[in-house]
């Protein structure tokens, strides 16, 4: 069974930094690529940032280019966003999801129970 | 960035009808890289569908997926107590982006 569990959500000030973690487990962690998928209270999903399977091609939203870094661990089967410079409107819920592809981001098949971000000072 | 719009926002229906939600692309997707999605109140969404029209594992028949270029379905032949919910399409033919969601509520 696929799981997903993220962690390092809370409550930061504006211009403060937060790590997210997602750890994987239930299917051959190396073959997939990963994403962060985040949710604003009432809106749909926005996308994030994707890492390939080998994690050596990483992608990014243009609303969190240069601000946030997404990485993966292989030998842990732990996926990570630092998210640095966060402003208000980063607050939401924060989805690791597994990517049903291997190298850039596309549809995703599995999904974690969220992490909550809350940008407030 | 391809902008996906979703109609109608709401849908109100019951049990046993059918649904018919759409979603249209800005510019058109290459290889109908169009997934659709379903979210309950408090929950993640779950992949239905892929590649336009694939379903995804252990999605039950009654879903649905058509269309190419900009212009795409999802079909719900018969709506089950279970199925009230927010429906989301996404792209993956560049960045992906999500579709502002069409909500199917109990009439």
């Known amino acids: 069974e696929v799981q997903l569990l993220e962690s390092g959500g809370g409550l930061v000030q504006p211009g403060g930094s937060l790590r997210l973690s997602c750890v994987a487990s239930g299917f051959t962690f190396n073959n997939y690529g990963m994403n962060w998928v985040r949710q604003a209270p009432g809106q749909g999903p926005e996308w994030v940032s994707a890492v390939s399977g080998s994690g050596e091609s990483t992608y990014y939203a243009d609303s969190v280019k240069g601000r946030f870094t997404i990485s993966r661990d292989n030998s842990k089967n732990t996926l990570y966003l630092q998210m640095s410079s966060l402003r208000v409107e980063d607050t939401a819920v924060y989805y690791c999801a597994k990517d049903r592809w291997s190298t850039k981001p596309a549809h995703f098949d599995y999904w974690g129970q969220g992490t909550l971000v809350t940008v407030s000072s | 960035e391809i902008v996906l719009t979703q109609s109608p926002g709401t849908l109100s229906l019951s049990p046993g009808e059918r649904a018919t939600l759409s979603c249209r692309a800005s510019?058109?997707?290459?290889?109908?890289?169009l997934a659709w999605y379903q979210q309950k109140p408090g929950q993640a969404p779950r992949l239905l569908i892929y590649?336009?029209?694939s379903r995804a594992t252990g999605i039950p028949d009654r879903f649905s997926g058509s269309g190419s270029g900009t212009d795409f379905t999802l079909t719900i032949s018969r709506l089950e107590p279970e199925d009230f919910a927010v429906f989301y399409c996404q792209q993956y033919g560049s960045s992906p982006t999500f579709g502002q969601g069409t909500k199917v509520e109990l009439k």
């Open positions: 590649g336009a029209s």
């Open positions: 510019q058109s997707l290459s290889s109908s890289y």
